[in-house]
């Protein structure tokens, strides 16, 4: 099964610094999904990377995937006080053309004014 | 924009109890899933469902869970009798299409609390 190491496991930042969120994969990575959770709510659909190299942005944040080193970073710009929450990747296994999907344990992103 | 949406939002039930949790996927998907997330853990895959039968299922979906897509719209988990670890948040989700190339939209959860 696909094992998802996410770091660090908690970031606390000033508002208007960039940050760096890494999730490294136990497998090839084919695909990787990026969600943001709130604490006791669900999770809401960032970005999807379906290809080696791909990058992806919305809004202030962007998110690539190295293929070759198993990892998916999500970059944050000038954060702000409504980025604050809970960062997790997701990811398929291979062997699955059916939908599950594998998650880190998250990030925890605090910003403060 | 549409959203999935599941209720109740937290249900309490004794230990040994049925309960049964409710989502109403987004209108234009045909894939559906659950999932649960202990306190403190990651999100767990329970089970996939496409074309009225389940596709896959996880070692924690056991006979005690099923699930069932009664009309068009409502797509639910049943847990048949209820033990504390059960006590979770559950998550429905639904996607367009198959892994891989579409994304799956997750509702807000229900907290289930078993005493």
């Known amino acids: 099964s696909q094992e998802l190491e996410q770091s660090p496991q908690s970031l606390i930042v000033q508002e208007g610094k960039n940050l760096t969120i890494n999730c490294t994969s136990s497998?090839?990575?084919?695909?990787l999904y990026w969600y943001k959770q709130k604490y006791g709510e669900g999770l809401i659909f960032l970005m999807m990377?379906?290809?080696?190299?791909e990058e992806k942005s919305h809004e202030k944040i962007t998110a690539k995937l190295d293929e070759k080193k198993q990892q998916s970073s999500l970059h944050i710009t000038a954060s702000q006080p409504s980025h604050a929450g809970i960062y997790l990747c997701?990811?398929?296994?291979?062997?699955?053309?059916?939908?599950?999907?594998?998650f880190g344990r998250g990030t925890q992103l605090t910003v403060w004014p | 924009e549409p959203e999935v949406t599941q209720t109740p939002s937290h249900q309490v039930t004794q230990m040994g109890q049925e309960v049964i949790l409710r989502c109403v996927p987004i209108?234009?998907?045909?894939?559906f899933y659950w999932y649960r997330q202990i306190l403190g853990q990651k999100v767990e895959f329970l089970v996939s469902?496409?074309?009225?039968?389940?596709?896959?299922k996880s070692e924690i979906f056991d006979d005690q869970f099923s699930v069932e897509r009664p009309d068009g719209s409502n797509f639910t988990l049943k847990i048949r009798s209820t033990k504390l670890e059960d006590s979770a948040m559950y998550f429905c989700?639904?996607?367009?299409?198959?892994?891989?190339?579409?994304?799956?939209?997750f509702g807000d959860g229900t907290r289930l609390s078993i005493l």
């Open positions: 989700a639904s996607s367009e299409g198959v892994a891989y190339l579409s994304p799956q939209h």
């Open positions: 497998k090839t990575l084919y695909g």
């Open positions: 990377l379906q290809k080696g190299g």
């Open positions: 997701g990811a398929h296994d291979r062997g699955s053309t059916l939908g599950r999907l594998y």
């Open positions: 209108s234009n998907h045909l894939y």
């Open positions: 469902f496409y074309n009225n039968e389940i596709s896959e």
